[in-house]
């Protein structure tokens, strides 16, 4: 698989709540930051999204918002609404007038991740994806987005799975969409022949004792140029990337149990368990047993 598909697969994201969001006349709430990475898909009508210090960003029917972190936030029929403060919930909500239809509806929720290795993925990803309307309709993730309104509107049976399921491959539509590119992190690296050769080459083969100067000839670069050109797009120099792909592999194995430590350690490429403990203390500050009973 490629570094992206190996890192979703490790992490097994699923839609962990997912409701029907609806509003009529003048409204505004605001929600407290939260651990969860946090959606909205709006399906009808238009709203105002706002995160503290930054301008106000106008959702309408079609956008699509994920938040890998979701930071405090407010929702609203415009600019300046007064705003009052909730909490997530997992059932339906209506905002504003009470009676009548709404003009505006939406689904929003959150995704969930195996949370030992999520910080993982989320230090690779902007603050904010915005796909809007534009920009997606005449795509993939358009089509997913017309199907999944669909769905919502039908009473089917299987109609809740059949939601879980499409939002997350949504999920996956919006980690890999086009205008995450000028974002840092793992997409960005992908993007970039050069340097997707490389992260191909570790995902490959984690085993393998890799030098820079080594993954420097495999993007056809100096080694100076590779080392500057990995840390712009990805954050973070080649070899902690790859030290932090090899204990997030031994994390999962570890969580899962099946696996010696001697057999984890050879399967990530350190020479044995004592290595390999040494290495997993330093970084996590405790022994691979301590992490795993607890």
């Known amino acids: 698989m490629d570094p992206l598909s190996d890192m979703i697969a490790l992490l097994q994201p699923s839609a962990a709540v997912s409701k029907p ?160 590119d000028g974002a840092e992190g793992l997409l960005r690296g992908m993007r970039d022949a050069a340097l997707a050769r490389v992260l191909g080459a570790i995902h490959a083969d984690v085993r393998a004792g890799w030098t820079v100067a080594e993954l420097a000839r495999i993007a056809g670069m100096s080694r100076s140029a590779f080392a500057a050109r990995f840390h712009e797009a990805l954050g973070c120099a080649p070899i902690e990337y790859l030290a932090r792909w090899r204990m997030a592999l031994a994390k999962d194995a570890l969580i899962r149990g099946a696996k010696s430590l001697d057999r984890i350690a050879d399967e990530i490429g350190y020479e044995s368990a004592s290595a390999f403990s040494t290495a997993f203390r330093k970084r996590l500050g405790c022994s691979p047993g301590r992490f795993r009973s607890a």
Request: aromatic share 8%; proline share 9%.
């Open 21 to 180: 969001i609806s509003a009529r006349g003048e409204w505004g709430v605001c929600y407290a930051a939260h651990d969860a990475p946090g959606f909205t898909i709006v399906l009808a009508g238009e709203a105002w999204i706002a995160f503290d210090g930054k301008e106000p960003l106008r959702l309408v029917s079609g956008d699509f918002v994920l938040l890998p972190t979701t930071p405090a936030f407010s929702l609203s029929s415009k600019p300046g609404a007064p705003c009052i403060a909730v909490e997530p919930r997992n059932a339906p909500v209506r905002h504003g007038d009470p009676h009548g239809d709404p003009d505006f509806v939406a689904l929003g929720g959150s995704f969930a991740f195996e949370r030992v290795n999520a910080p993982l993925l989320l230090a690779l990803l902007p603050d904010l994806i915005h796909i809007p309307a534009a920009a997606g309709r005449a795509t993939r993730f358009g089509r997913l987005i017309a199907l999944l309104s669909e769905e919502c509107a039908s009473d089917d049976p299987g109609k809740e799975l059949v939601i879980r399921r499409m939002l997350e491959v949504l999920l996956i539509e919006a980690l890999r969409w086009r205008a995450t």
